[in-house]
Nanobody, 121 residues
Framework: VQLQASGGGLVQAGDSLRLSCVVS?????MGWFRQAPGKEREFVAA????????SYADPVKGRFTISRDGAKNAVHLQMNSLKVEDTAVYHC??????????????????WGQGTQVTVSS
C-alpha cells in the first residue's frame, strides 16, 4: 500500500490549503496527523471507510474538514483560517483494523511521506 500526500505550501495566517492523499489499491479508513519541529506527531482528523463518520482534534474543529473521493481513492483535508501554530509536516495514514481508536498513531498501518505546511504571520 502506498500513500502519496500533496498540497502543502507556504501561506499566510487566515489563508486556506487543501491537502490530498492518494492511496494505492483498495480503500481504507484514513487519518491525518501532523508533526511540528520539536514536537510529537499528533492527530488531526480521521474518516471512516464510507466517509460517513469523521473526527477532529480540538485545535482544528470548525476550521478543517476531512473528506474522501471514492473515484480517485483519495482523502482530502481542507484547512481554512490557518494559524501559525498549524505549521507542521502533515502525514496521511491508513488503517486496516476496525474498532480501533482513530486518533491514535498505533491504530494505523500505512503512512505517507508527509507534506510541509508553513503558515506565516
Amino acid at each position: 500500500v502506498q500513500l502519496q500526500a500533496s498540497g502543502g505550501g507556504l501561506v499566510q495566517a487566515g489563508d486556506s490549503l487543501r491537502l490530498s492523499c492518494v492511496v494505492s489499491g483498495r480503500s481504507y479508513p484514513m487519518g491525518w496527523f501532523r508533526q511540528a519541529p520539536g514536537k510529537e506527531r499528533e492527530f488531526v482528523a480521521a474518516i471512516n471507510w464510507s466517509g460517513g463518520s469523521t473526527s477532529y482534534a480540538d485545535p482544528v474543529k470548525g476550521r478543517f474538514t476531512i473528506s474522501r473521493d471514492g473515484a480517485k481513492n483519495a482523502v482530502h483535508l481542507q484547512m481554512n483560517s490557518l494559524k501559525v501554530e498549524d505549521t507542521a509536516v502533515y502525514h496521511c495514514a491508513a488503517r486496516t483494523s476496525f474498532g480501533v481508536n482513530p486518533d491514535e498513531i498505533s491504530s494505523y498501518d500505512y503512512w505517507g511521506q508527509g507534506t510541509q505546511v508553513t503558515v506565516s504571520s
